[in-house]
Structure formats: C-alpha cells, structure tokens
C-alpha cells in the first residue's frame, strides 16, 4: 500500500483541503507521501504538512510548474509517480484537481473518482460520490492500481496538529513539452472568496431584482469573510456570473453555512446545497419550498433583512 | 476542419432521482432524456467556430443505448452534419467511455474536440481531459471565451474566485466549455426536417476494437441522501427575527 497525496497550494500558501485528506488517511492508518509541485517557494507548505502529521514529503520542482499547465504538471506527477508503484493517488477536488486528475488517470490507463465525499484506502480503494449534482451518491470500487480520486473540499475535518519536520525530497520534475500555454492572468474586479472553499456563503435568488442589489450580499458575506452565490434564475436573468451559480448547471458547495436569500429552492438548487451544515432562508413567501430544507426560516423582506443581519454580524464582530 | 463534439445524453434536470431495488443504478423509467446542458453549448460553439471559419464540418458523437440517438438527432437539427452513435447499453466508465471517444475522434479525423465542462448526471468532469491525454493533445476546461484560427485557438478558461486564465494551444486541441459562453441556437424546422432522415454512423465497442476491454471501476450502492427536516420559522419583526437568527447562529448552531 503506498497512497500519495498531491498537495495543493497558492503561491506557497497550503490550501486546507490537503490538511483535510491528509487527516482523513492518517485517521485510517495510512501516512501518504505528500506531493507538492512548483518552483522554489515549497518549504513553508511542506513543513506545514509535517505539523499535521505528513512524515514524508516530495518536492516536485521545475521552473514550468510556477504557474498552471494541466500537461506539465501531469506528465511530471506521472514520470515520477510511475517509479512508485502507486496503490492511491488523491487530491482535492477543486478546480486544479477536477483538471489534472483526468490526465494522470489516463496515463496510467485506470479508473477515476472526481469530487468524491468519502474514501476508504485498501484493496480495492473504494470512494462514495454524490451524482446528479446530489440528488443521490454511488460507490465506486477500482480494479487495479493505482486508483486516482479527488476529494471535495470542506467534507472531511483537519487533523491534529501534533506531528513534527518531515523528510523532505527535492526532485526535478519532467515536465516533458506541454503544448497549451498559459499567456495571461486576468483578475476580475474584486477578489472573491472561493465558493466551494467558503464556510459561509450568502445566496441571492431573482428576488434581488437586479446585479447591483447583490452588493447587500456582498456586504454581508464580507463580514464574515463569507462569499456570495447566486440561484440559476438570478444567473440566467443576467444579475450575477455564471462562475457564482450554485445548483445542478453550477457549482455543488457544502458550507458551514449557507443563507439564502429570495431563493424559492427549486429542485435543482438544493441539489447544489444541501449539504450544508446550515441553512437560513429569507424569503417574503411563506409557502416557498426552502422554508422545508432550511434550519432556519425568516419570512420577510430581504432587503430589509440582509442589512439588518449585516449590522448584527458587525456587532457580533466587534465584540469577538 | 473537422470539428468533434462529444454529447451526453442526460435526465432533465427537473428528474426526481429514484433509485434501483438492487441500488445498482438509478430508476430510469421514467425519465425525460435531454442533451446535456453544458453539451448545449459545446455544439453552438462547433456552429459558431465553422460559421467564422467559413468552412469544415461538426459531428457529434455519443455513447449510450438506443435512445442516444434522439440526443444526437436534436444537435443535427442545430445544425451539426453528420452524428456517430456508439452503442453501448451497459453503462460504462471514464476509462472504456474516453477509449472509445477517441477510436472514433481518430476515425473523423478530427482537429477540434468540444464538450460540455461536465455531464450533469455523473458529474465526473472527466472525460474530456481523459480523451485529450489519450490522444496527446493540449485541453482546456472551464472555457468561456474561445477563438479559433487555423491552425490555434485561445481560450479564457473561469478559474475560481474571480480569476481568468488566458490560454493559448495549437491545434488539435480538446475545449471543454462552461455555461456564459454563448446562448446555445433553437433547432430549425428545415433543421428538425434534415435530423429526421439523416443517416447516424453506429458502431459498437467491438467495431472499435474494444469488444475485449473491462472498465477500471465498478458502481455499487446508491443512496439517496438525508432527507432535510423543516427547522424552525421564527417569527417577529425583520429585526427581532434578525436577532434571533444571530443568537441561534451563534449557540445553538454554532457556525458563526
């Protein structure tokens, strides 16, 4: 059995979804080899994966994998993962490892999990993943090895922070001639907190009546460093990106909490989240279907209401 | 060129998903079968590259049981030429589906390979990045921007939290495109008229030389999730609710 996880970090920076697969394997009796993949700023995230419990450490580097290249950074986790006889290779699902899981399946030739919400290492590896955005999950077992998953973020808790410095690998990474080039970042107005990252997300239906109300959402998501989605209808009515669309046709999230605001709940948006941990309606119509799935429902206007919740959420701020 | 597009025949997304006795599979009884929505727009975009191109071909490829060939027959009323159909009524997985894509990718002798980010049954969001390794060529997922020349085309593919990238491939390239980038076309009646008689390539997994291939993963055990219980509906003026909403947040639910 030897189950590598490949590490996800910004510019350095851990992202908590690999503390969280890494938890979660070691709570089953297994210590992966941690993978990280870039170009000179690895130390600090290596380390931190030492605190939560990462013994061993690999070091994939190459000035190619500084920024994104779904083939360079598949054809380097490959050339080295190959040499390892690898019985599990996972990752966080986000949108990196949705990306780059595909390729590196295919050349091993094997099978693949995306998004999964539970894991069970052994032989076979089996996964459990929600499908139609949802609405039901399935178990997937793999034939053969290595099996190839990725996780979806904020499922699975952090572990202890109890470990020590692991064994730090430095390998130069093959990257191989990748074809696609990454010619230019561009960044959107305001920095947005991931969706599917999110502990609180504050959701907006077409109730909002218009993209510039969504600042009330906005608002309120910013003080609690939450981020803001938005309904199908609110989306296709052209009040807010495609990118903030929570449902079937968008993004599945499962936040600590999730608030919703004008959103009757079709069937389709619950689909996208009911796995949260809590839901808060607002909506003016009492009969609206959210009110069955939510925790808490507030029959009211929301734009009277987001405001005043945003005041006491600055109170509650001020005083913590 | 020949532009490909692969299609998934999926449940509306209005399905209330049942689940089998032997919970091997979903209910599929009484399902209404529609091209999968982010599909929709990977074959406006095949339309709308060969109207700028001024010439080539866009074909649609599938795999499914019999009833696929209604998905395809709708995307040739858009406007798509020609449609291959690869039978297959078991279901099957990334591996044997992406095999089978690319024998037939090959056959066509494609440039351009469009899908949908993801189907929205599986939710997998992988098989066109499986296919493009397969056949060793460049990708791009989350595309919403996408313009083709000749011999190259350069996307913006949605990364998260309000970034772009801007990515540039030459061709043949495989484009994974996301809702947002373009309002997909209503078929015709001349459209619906020509789907009608058009004649669909069919092959099996045999005739692609994968008569003899396992999938790497079996499905087991659907499960329908907790059903959500009501919680409380408070009750008040918009403030009082408010308040009551904060203190229950904080000690009762403890998420803020």
Request: hydrophobic share 40%; glycine share 8%.
């Amino acid at each position: 059995m030897s189950t590598f996880l490949i590490a996800e970090h910004k510019d350095g920076q851990l992202k908590r979804v690999s503390l969280e697969l890494l938890g979660e394997c070691i709570r089953q009796g297994t210590t992966p080899t941690c993978i990280l993949m870039g170009s000179g700023n690895l130390e600090g995230a290596a380390q931190e994966l030492g605190k939560y419990g990462a013994s061993q450490v690999v070091l994939l580097e190459n000035a190619q994998l500084a920024s994104f290249s779904n083939e360079a950074m598949a054809n380097a986790l490959h050339a080295y993962l190959s040499k390892q006889s690898p019985s599990g290779i996972l990752m966080g699902a986000s949108w990196l490892g949705k990306e780059l899981l595909p390729r590196l399946a295919a050349k091993f030739q094997v099978g693949i999990a995306s998004d999964c919400t539970e894991f069970k290492l052994g032989t076979p590896v089996t996964v459990r993943r929600p499908v139609f955005a949802g609405k039901c999950s399935k178990q997937v077992a793999f034939t053969g090895a290595p099996a190839v998953f990725s996780v979806r973020p904020n499922v699975l808790p952090v572990g202890e922070a109890k470990g020590s410095s692991p064994k730090i690998e430095k390998v130069a990474a093959e990257v191989g001639s990748p074809k696609a080039k990454l010619t230019e970042v561009l960044a959107s107005g305001q920095k947005k907190v991931d969706l599917t990252e999110a502990d609180i997300i504050i959701s907006g239906g077409r109730s909002l009546k218009s993209g510039d109300n969504f600042k009330i959402l906005f608002d309120c998501a910013s003080v609690v460093g939450g981020a803001v989605g938005a309904s199908r209808a609110a989306v296709d009515a052209g009040y807010a990106p495609h990118d903030m669309q929570v449902g079937q046709t968008g993004k599945t999230v499962s936040p600590k909490l999730y608030v919703a605001c004008g959103i009757s709940g079709a069937i389709q948006h619950l689909a996208g989240m009911r796995t949260s941990k809590v839901i808060v309606a607002i909506n003016k119509d009492p009969e609206a279907p959210i009110f069955q799935k939510a925790d808490y429902g507030l029959v009211g206007d929301l734009f009277e209401m987001v405001p005043l919740l945003t005041e006491e959420l600055k109170k509650l701020k001020a005083h913590s | 060129m020949n532009i490909l597009v692969l299609v998934k025949q999926v449940p509306d997304t209005e399905t209330k998903i049942k689940i089998t006795s032997d919970k091997k599979s979903i209910e599929k009884s009484d399902i209404k079968w529609v091209i999968n929505p982010y599909d929709e727009f990977a074959i406006e975009q095949a339309l709308k590259t060969k109207e700028t191109l001024k010439t080539g071909t866009v074909t649609v490829v599938s795999v499914g049981p019999d009833r696929t060939v209604d998905a395809l027959r709708t995307a040739i009323a858009m406007g798509a030429d020609n449609a291959c159909h690869v039978k297959a009524d078991q279901e099957l997985d990334t591996y044997l589906v992406s095999k089978a894509l690319v024998e037939v990718i090959k056959k066509e002798n494609a440039q351009l390979v469009f899908s949908g980010k993801q189907g929205i049954d599986d939710d997998q969001a992988a098989t066109f990045g499986y296919v493009a390794e397969l056949l060793g060529w460049p990708s791009a997922s989350m595309v919403i921007k996408c313009d083709v020349s000749t011999d190259k085309i350069a996307v913006h593919r949605e990364v998260e939290g309000g970034t772009r990238f801007a990515i540039e491939m030459p061709l043949p390239a495989v484009v994974a495109v996301d809702k947002g980038i373009n309002t997909p076309r209503y078929a015709s009646l001349p459209g619906i008229m020509k789907a009608k008689k058009k004649e669909i390539k069919t092959y099996s997994l045999a005739d692609l030389g994968l008569g003899s291939e396992a999938p790497k993963t079996s499905v087991s055990d659907f499960a329908l999730p907790p059903e959500r219980q009501a919680g409380k509906k408070l009750s008040g003026d918009a403030a009082t609710q408010v308040k009551e909403l904060v203190k229950l947040l904080r000690e009762e639910a403890k998420v803020i």
